[in-house]
């Protein structure tokens, strides 16, 4: 059971970097190899053929959803910065008003 835990977190933490990063076709080869290392550590450990199957399941959705995850904080940060900045603009262009003597 920590094996699936493990992977699945792993498996997020990893498609949240992807979301911030890249665009989404680099998730084929990242579920391609996902799905590997999974099949993988299932044969190793001599699991079930279930199992293995539920492990590959549960990394290539962890991974979709940690993507949508970073994609979401990317967007998030970009219009934060821009409000920033577009406040900070507003700001900067008006004039500056001198107390009458």
């Known amino acids: 059971m ?7 977190l792993v498996s997020l933490l990893a498609g949240m ?6 665009k989404v076709l680099a998730v084929v080869p ?10 993988g550590f299932g044969i190793a450990h ?7 199957v539920l492990l590959a399941a549960l990394a290539v959705a ?4 940690g993507y949508l995850l ?5 967007y998030s940060l970009a219009a934060a910065r821009t409000s920033g ?11 500056t008003r001198h107390a009458a003597h």
């Open 62 to 65: 962890s991974l979709q959803i």
């Open 2 to 8: 920590l094996t699936f835990v493990t992977f699945g």
């Open 46 to 52: 001599s699991e079930g053929l279930g199992r293995t």
């Open 85 to 95: 900045l577009r406040t900070a603009s507003i700001h900067a262009s008006q004039p």
């Open 30 to 39: 990242a579920i391609a190899a996902s799905s590997l290392l999974a099949i």
């Open 17 to 22: 970097v992807l979301g911030q990063r890249f």
């Open 70 to 74: 970073g994609v979401a904080i990317r």
